[in-house]
């Protein structure tokens, strides 16, 4: 990595939208993305990489100033009070982190962010000129979605990567392949830029039951980090995160064991999935299970509630 003190470094990146505390020395071949917001559902995503940046000890190195790319009438700062009982402003945050192991072809930047209002081609770009200074090889962009989905199966996990090779990888992880077309998110704007760059790069979906409106959703969160850990080889303990996932689903079965509209709603994703993981039918898509659902449940109205 160039040393941030240097003056073509800084022209690369843009000084004026990068914030530096320091740098690493070492080469970090894989890059973590996830960003909150439209594109992290339940917060499962930036969840993932916060607890691979607790777990991991990791050292924020580098933050992009919200400045230029964010309204804060959209994306409000917050208010706060510190330990010294001084008031102060916390702005949304991107946050660049990195990890090193003693093989250096295992180390990690990290970066967890909020996604920003403005100029995605141009945060991209900062973000593009990071991973070229760290000498990233191969990036994975993590998001979460809301879908008609159920929170007591595994959870649905789908993706794309940018060769045949890593695509087959990647699908040997149980990551579906993504066929969504539609509006996008900061996500398909990165990897745009990553792919011009010739950055090997795989984007990996988790996604969250549209009916439980809580966050964090920890079940997501620990599918997501199950797949990556196979794909990048950290080391990071996961039982305290699969036990706030049987809790999670544990608190929503209780929830909606008092709601038979919604318990009768979920039992019908449950079949639709048991069906299609036997092989017998592909699983439909998020719109045509909705559709047949409602369509059941105003069946199992009685008639004088149809009126």
Known sequence: MVSPNSNECL????????????????????????FSGWPDASD????????????????????????EFFDFTSVRPETLINDEGERVIRWPANEFYYY?????????????GTEPNLKWRTFSKLMVGIAEQSGVELVVSLGAL?????????????????SPELKQKVQCLGVRNSEYQGPTGIHTAFMD?????GFSQASIWGHSPHYVNTSPNPKVTYALLERLKSLCYFDVP???LQESAEGYVFEVNEVIAKKSDVKAYVKKLEQRYDVASLGSEEMPSGEAMIAEIEKYLWSQEPPDAQE
């Not at 990068?18 to 993305?33: A, D, G, N, R």
């Open 238 to 240: 996961m039982a305290e």
């Open 11 to 34: 022209e690369v990146l843009g000084i004026d939208d990068l914030i530096l505390h320091e740098h690493s020395q070492q080469k970090l071949p894989t890059m973590i993305v996830a």
């Open 44 to 67: 499962s995503a930036t969840g993932a990489v916060r607890y691979l940046i607790d777990g991991l000890r990791a050292t924020k190195f580098a933050e992009i100033d919200p400045e």
């Open 100 to 112: 090193t192991y003693d093989d250096p072809s295992r180390n990690l930047l990290l970066f967890v």
């Open 146 to 162: 809301f879908d008609a989905v159920h929170h007591t199966r595994d959870p649905l996990v789908t993706g794309r990567a940018s």
């Open 193 to 197: 830029a990553c792919n011009k760059s």
